[in-house]
Protein backbone atom coordinates (compact mmCIF):
# COMPACT_ATOMS: atom_id res chain seq x y z
CA UNK A 1 0.00 0.00 0.00
CA UNK A 2 2.63 2.35 0.67
CA UNK A 3 4.87 1.54 -2.57
CA UNK A 4 1.07 2.20 -4.57
CA UNK A 5 1.10 5.75 -2.61
CA UNK A 6 4.82 6.80 -3.26
CA UNK A 7 4.25 5.82 -7.12
CA UNK A 8 0.73 8.11 -6.97
CA UNK A 9 2.65 10.94 -6.01
CA UNK A 10 5.32 10.91 -8.41
CA UNK A 11 4.64 13.26 -11.55
CA UNK A 12 4.33 11.31 -14.91
CA UNK A 13 6.95 9.90 -16.85
CA UNK A 14 8.26 12.73 -19.04
CA UNK A 15 6.49 15.39 -17.40
CA UNK A 16 9.45 17.65 -16.33
CA UNK A 17 11.27 17.37 -19.86
CA UNK A 18 7.99 18.00 -21.71
CA UNK A 19 7.29 20.99 -19.73
CA UNK A 20 11.30 22.46 -20.08
CA UNK A 21 10.67 21.46 -24.21
CA UNK A 22 7.64 23.87 -24.25
CA UNK A 23 9.86 26.72 -22.49
CA UNK A 24 11.78 26.36 -25.65
CA UNK A 25 9.31 27.58 -27.61
CA UNK A 26 9.29 31.11 -26.30
CA UNK A 27 10.19 34.27 -28.29
CA UNK A 28 13.31 35.04 -25.80
CA UNK A 29 14.85 31.04 -26.37
CA UNK A 30 14.10 31.43 -30.01
CA UNK A 31 15.69 34.79 -30.45
CA UNK A 32 18.93 33.53 -29.05
CA UNK A 33 18.77 30.33 -31.37
CA UNK A 34 18.00 31.98 -34.59
CA UNK A 35 20.32 30.96 -37.70
CA UNK A 36 21.43 33.35 -40.17
CA UNK A 37 18.45 32.32 -42.50
CA UNK A 38 15.73 32.87 -39.29
CA UNK A 39 18.10 36.32 -38.45
CA UNK A 40 16.96 37.45 -41.95
CA UNK A 41 13.88 36.87 -42.30
CA UNK A 42 13.20 38.30 -38.64
CA UNK A 43 15.07 41.31 -39.49
CA UNK A 44 12.95 41.63 -42.96
CA UNK A 45 9.77 41.30 -40.75
CA UNK A 46 10.47 44.00 -38.87
CA UNK A 47 11.51 46.45 -41.76
CA UNK A 48 8.83 45.87 -43.22
CA UNK A 49 6.77 46.60 -40.15
CA UNK A 50 8.51 49.78 -39.66
CA UNK A 51 7.72 50.60 -43.03
CA UNK A 52 4.22 49.75 -43.01
CA UNK A 53 3.49 52.08 -39.53
CA UNK A 54 5.62 55.02 -41.23
CA UNK A 55 3.28 55.34 -43.80
CA UNK A 56 0.02 54.41 -42.27
CA UNK A 57 0.67 57.04 -40.21
CA UNK A 58 1.92 59.45 -42.89
CA UNK A 59 -0.84 59.28 -45.34
CA UNK A 60 -3.30 59.29 -41.93
CA UNK A 61 -2.36 63.01 -41.33
CA UNK A 62 -1.66 63.69 -45.24
CA UNK A 63 -5.42 62.48 -46.00
CA UNK A 64 -7.03 63.98 -43.21
CA UNK A 65 -5.13 67.63 -43.31
CA UNK A 66 -6.09 67.45 -47.01
CA UNK A 67 -9.99 66.61 -46.24
CA UNK A 68 -10.30 69.13 -43.73
CA UNK A 69 -9.11 71.80 -45.99
CA UNK A 70 -9.96 71.28 -48.94
CA UNK A 71 -13.71 72.67 -49.27
CA UNK A 72 -12.17 75.83 -47.36
CA UNK A 73 -9.59 76.25 -50.33
CA UNK A 74 -12.51 76.11 -53.22
CA UNK A 75 -15.17 78.06 -51.48
CA UNK A 76 -12.55 80.44 -50.61
CA UNK A 77 -11.29 80.84 -54.20
CA UNK A 78 -14.59 81.00 -55.81
CA UNK A 79 -15.59 84.29 -53.00
CA UNK A 80 -12.48 86.04 -53.31
CA UNK A 81 -13.39 88.51 -55.74
CA UNK A 82 -9.93 90.08 -56.05
CA UNK A 83 -7.47 88.32 -57.78
CA UNK A 84 -4.69 89.09 -56.07
CA UNK A 85 -6.18 88.43 -52.65
CA UNK A 86 -7.14 85.06 -54.31
CA UNK A 87 -3.84 84.41 -55.67
CA UNK A 88 -2.61 84.98 -52.43
CA UNK A 89 -4.34 82.63 -50.80
CA UNK A 90 -3.92 80.18 -52.97
CA UNK A 91 0.29 80.82 -52.65
CA UNK A 92 -0.18 81.07 -48.82
CA UNK A 93 -1.52 77.34 -48.53
CA UNK A 94 1.11 74.61 -47.69
CA UNK A 95 2.42 72.34 -50.13
CA UNK A 96 0.91 69.35 -49.22
CA UNK A 97 -2.44 70.99 -50.35
CA UNK A 98 -3.25 69.86 -53.49
CA UNK A 99 -6.17 72.02 -54.43
CA UNK A 100 -4.90 74.99 -54.24
CA UNK A 101 -1.70 74.07 -56.53
CA UNK A 102 -4.28 73.07 -59.01
CA UNK A 103 -6.08 76.66 -59.17
CA UNK A 104 -2.88 78.42 -59.22
CA UNK A 105 -1.80 75.98 -62.04
CA UNK A 106 -5.13 76.95 -63.92
CA UNK A 107 -4.27 80.73 -63.35
CA UNK A 108 -1.00 81.05 -64.67
CA UNK A 109 -1.99 79.21 -67.56
CA UNK A 110 -4.43 81.37 -68.10
CA UNK A 111 -2.34 84.74 -67.94
CA UNK A 112 0.10 82.73 -69.83
CA UNK A 113 -2.02 81.99 -72.51
CA UNK A 114 -3.34 86.13 -72.63
CA UNK A 115 0.11 87.44 -72.82
CA UNK A 116 0.99 85.32 -75.91
CA UNK A 117 -2.03 86.07 -77.88
CA UNK A 118 -0.98 86.74 -81.76
CA UNK A 119 2.40 83.84 -81.21
CA UNK A 120 2.53 80.95 -82.84
CA UNK A 121 1.61 79.12 -79.38
CA UNK A 122 -1.93 80.60 -79.78
CA UNK A 123 -2.14 79.42 -83.26
CA UNK A 124 -0.92 76.27 -81.75
CA UNK A 125 -3.52 75.71 -79.21
CA UNK A 126 -6.50 77.73 -78.24
CA UNK A 127 -7.18 78.78 -74.83
CA UNK A 128 -9.36 76.10 -73.97
CA UNK A 129 -6.86 73.38 -75.15
CA UNK A 130 -4.10 75.20 -73.42
CA UNK A 131 -5.65 75.16 -69.80
CA UNK A 132 -7.10 72.21 -70.39
CA UNK A 133 -3.46 70.65 -70.75
CA UNK A 134 -2.51 72.35 -67.67
CA UNK A 135 -5.25 71.21 -65.68
CA UNK A 136 -5.01 67.53 -66.93
CA UNK A 137 -1.36 67.71 -65.85
CA UNK A 138 -1.76 69.00 -62.41
CA UNK A 139 -4.46 66.88 -61.46
CA UNK A 140 -2.48 63.71 -62.55
CA UNK A 141 0.72 65.50 -60.79
CA UNK A 142 -1.42 65.87 -57.65
CA UNK A 143 -3.00 62.45 -57.40
CA UNK A 144 0.43 60.93 -57.61
CA UNK A 145 1.49 62.82 -54.58
CA UNK A 146 -1.57 61.03 -52.93
CA UNK A 147 -0.36 57.89 -53.98
CA UNK A 148 3.35 57.78 -52.36
CA UNK A 149 3.42 55.28 -50.05
CA UNK A 150 0.29 52.79 -51.16
CA UNK A 151 2.88 50.70 -53.39
CA UNK A 152 4.74 49.96 -50.00
CA UNK A 153 1.63 49.02 -47.92
CA UNK A 154 0.24 46.54 -50.88
CA UNK A 155 3.65 45.01 -51.12
CA UNK A 156 4.27 44.61 -47.65
CA UNK A 157 0.85 43.12 -47.92
CA UNK A 158 1.04 40.80 -50.56
CA UNK A 159 4.85 39.73 -49.36
CA UNK A 160 4.62 39.43 -45.49
CA UNK A 161 2.65 35.90 -45.13
CA UNK A 162 5.52 34.64 -47.67
CA UNK A 163 8.37 35.49 -46.10
CA UNK A 164 6.87 34.20 -42.57
CA UNK A 165 5.98 31.09 -44.50
CA UNK A 166 9.50 30.96 -45.64
CA UNK A 167 10.64 31.00 -41.40
CA UNK A 168 7.72 28.47 -41.29
CA UNK A 169 9.74 26.45 -43.49
CA UNK A 170 12.62 26.62 -42.19
CA UNK A 171 11.55 26.09 -38.59
CA UNK A 172 9.97 22.94 -39.79
CA UNK A 173 13.29 22.02 -41.49
CA UNK A 174 15.20 22.12 -38.55
CA UNK A 175 12.71 19.91 -36.46
CA UNK A 176 12.89 17.21 -39.25
CA UNK A 177 16.50 17.37 -38.53
CA UNK A 178 16.35 16.86 -34.94
CA UNK A 179 13.95 14.32 -35.13
CA UNK A 180 16.74 12.63 -38.00
CA UNK A 181 19.32 13.12 -35.15
CA UNK A 182 18.11 12.21 -32.52
CA UNK A 183 16.16 9.39 -33.92
CA UNK A 184 12.87 9.83 -32.06
CA UNK A 185 10.27 12.51 -32.86
CA UNK A 186 9.94 13.64 -28.72
CA UNK A 187 9.09 17.04 -27.39
CA UNK A 188 12.61 18.10 -26.84
CA UNK A 189 13.72 17.81 -30.03
CA UNK A 190 11.09 19.52 -32.27
CA UNK A 191 9.66 22.56 -29.69
CA UNK A 192 12.19 24.80 -30.59
CA UNK A 193 12.17 24.67 -34.08
CA UNK A 194 8.04 24.49 -34.35
CA UNK A 195 7.92 27.19 -32.27
CA UNK A 196 10.11 29.03 -34.45
CA UNK A 197 7.79 28.02 -37.18
CA UNK A 198 4.61 29.13 -35.09
CA UNK A 199 6.18 32.23 -34.41
CA UNK A 200 7.34 33.49 -37.98
CA UNK A 201 4.00 32.90 -39.17
CA UNK A 202 2.27 34.98 -36.71
CA UNK A 203 4.77 37.87 -36.96
CA UNK A 204 4.22 37.54 -40.97
CA UNK A 205 0.14 37.60 -40.39
CA UNK A 206 0.55 40.57 -38.05
CA UNK A 207 2.52 42.43 -40.48
CA UNK A 208 0.59 41.89 -43.77
CA UNK A 209 -2.98 42.25 -42.06
CA UNK A 210 -2.42 46.24 -40.99
CA UNK A 211 -0.81 46.96 -44.02
CA UNK A 212 -3.55 45.43 -46.03
CA UNK A 213 -6.54 47.27 -44.20
CA UNK A 214 -4.74 50.44 -44.17
CA UNK A 215 -4.10 49.84 -48.60
CA UNK A 216 -7.47 49.29 -49.07
CA UNK A 217 -8.65 52.43 -46.81
CA UNK A 218 -6.31 54.94 -48.27
CA UNK A 219 -7.09 53.63 -52.04
CA UNK A 220 -10.93 54.59 -50.82
CA UNK A 221 -9.90 57.61 -49.69
CA UNK A 222 -8.09 59.02 -52.35
CA UNK A 223 -10.63 57.99 -54.89
CA UNK A 224 -12.86 60.60 -53.15
CA UNK A 225 -10.70 63.00 -53.49
CA UNK A 226 -9.98 62.26 -57.12
CA UNK A 227 -13.54 62.51 -57.87
CA UNK A 228 -13.17 66.45 -55.96
CA UNK A 229 -10.38 67.23 -58.44
CA UNK A 230 -12.23 66.26 -61.65
CA UNK A 231 -15.00 68.60 -59.98
CA UNK A 232 -12.75 71.08 -59.31
CA UNK A 233 -10.60 71.16 -62.31
CA UNK A 234 -14.14 70.76 -64.64
CA UNK A 235 -14.91 74.36 -62.93
CA UNK A 236 -11.93 75.89 -63.20
CA UNK A 237 -11.47 74.87 -67.04
CA UNK A 238 -15.37 76.46 -67.82
CA UNK A 239 -14.58 79.69 -65.79
CA UNK A 240 -10.95 80.26 -67.07
CA UNK A 241 -11.79 79.21 -71.26
CA UNK A 242 -15.38 81.00 -71.10
CA UNK A 243 -15.42 82.90 -67.69
CA UNK A 244 -18.34 81.91 -65.50
CA UNK A 245 -19.01 78.54 -64.32
CA UNK A 246 -21.53 75.82 -65.93
CA UNK A 247 -22.87 75.23 -62.63
CA UNK A 248 -25.77 77.66 -62.10
CA UNK A 249 -25.97 77.70 -58.60
CA UNK A 250 -22.28 78.21 -57.55
CA UNK A 251 -21.04 81.82 -57.00
CA UNK A 252 -18.51 82.68 -59.79
CA UNK A 253 -16.24 85.71 -59.18
CA UNK A 254 -15.98 88.16 -61.46
CA UNK A 255 -13.74 87.35 -64.74
CA UNK A 256 -11.75 90.48 -64.22
CA UNK A 257 -10.57 88.64 -61.22
CA UNK A 258 -8.83 85.54 -63.11
CA UNK A 259 -7.54 87.72 -66.04
Given at each position: ???D??S??????G????A?A?????F??L?H?FD??G????I?L???????????I???????????R????????W??????E?I???EE???????????L???????????HEG?????A????????R????A?A??????E?????????????????LL??VW?????????A???????EA????????LI????G??VAIP??L????Y????????????????????????G???DA???A???????
Amino acid sequence: MQQDASSASLPPPGGGNNAQAMSQMGFDHLIHNFDVVGWVVFITLVLMSVLSIYFIIFNLIRNTMVRSRMDRVIHTFWETPSAQEAIRFLEEQPKSEPFSKIALDAAIAAQHHSRHEGSRLVEALNRSEFIDRSLRQAVARESMRLEGGLTVLATVGSTAPFVGLLGTVWGIYHALIKIASSGQASMEAVAGPVGEALIMTAVGLFVAIPAVLAYNFYVRSNRLIYARFDEFAHDLHDFFAIGSRVDANAPAAPAAARK
